[in-house]
């Protein structure tokens, strides 16, 4: 009978063992911290503009803590694996890419600004000075680029092919009367390269950051209200309905904040909301 017991009683004990590890287990999903929340920004006006949130929740006991890229893919790489909380720089095209290439767990949460991208150039006034053969410039990465194609489809440089998606790339470009070189490069050496290209469409972030600005310097630019590229602000997918993420929304959507972004760009860059 005491063996029996004793059996009993180890068996009820690795039982109570697995539930205990097993609960562990289920609870991966956090709910991040109201207190202090770390969030991935590009640096220029993304930065500027969240460190004017960061203000604001402070105020109320949140301390948001930034941490700056030069790029726009590590962001998202380090808000998968933890290393963030949250990012505040990229479009929904963008970010639905690299959803669906690298299977991030990761959504978005509440629009932000937009940037309103534009074709700069220090040898010519007028896209329709471009010489045969000259090159242009557009940023390498999905999304962007075709942002970029368009625009100078817009300008009637380029012609894409009909159904261009994010995806598309200078193979997909089907008119080019001037035969012109389509340089793809990376987005944040696009402003360095304007003395070896004719033009370039830059995004408005890495071209303030070189001292441009949509509205003085683009000899050719994306419309300033309605842009059809809201960036967003985005967690991990099992962090899109906490508390502090709606704070947050509450603190970007503010009348401070709007007045700010207003004061401080000018038109380059626009609340989105």
Known sequence: MVR????????????????VLTACGSGSSKSLSDKEITVGVTGGPHQ?????????????????????????????????EKELDANSYQTLPF????????NYKITDAFKTVAFPMGIYSKKIKNLKDLKN?????????????????????????????????VTSTKRDVIGNPKH?????MDAAQLPAQLDEVAAAGINTNFAMGAGLTVLKDAIFHEPLVNNPYPNYFVVRTENKN???VKKLEKYYHSPEVKAFIKKTFGGSVVPAW
């Not at 017991?5 to 697995?18: K, Q, R």
């Open 95 to 102: 970010l639905k890419n690299q959803i669906q290439n690298k």
């Open 48 to 80: 500027q503009v969240m460190e004017q949130v960061a203000k604001l929740a402070k105020k109320d006991g949140l301390t948001i803590h930034l941490k700056v890229f030069n790029d726009y893919n590590q962001p998202n790489t380090a808000l998968n």
């Open 180 to 184: 012109l070189q389509i340089v793809e």
């Open 133 to 165: 053969g000259a090159k242009i410039a557009v940023p390498n990465d999905p999304a962007n680029e075709l942002r970029a194609l368009q625009l100078f489809e817009k300008a009637g440089v380029i012609k894409l092919k009909k159904g261009a998606g």
């Open 242 to 244: 906490d508390k502090v």
């Open 4 to 19: 029996k017991l004793g059996t009993v009683l180890s068996f009820g004990l690795i039982l109570s063992l697995i539930f």
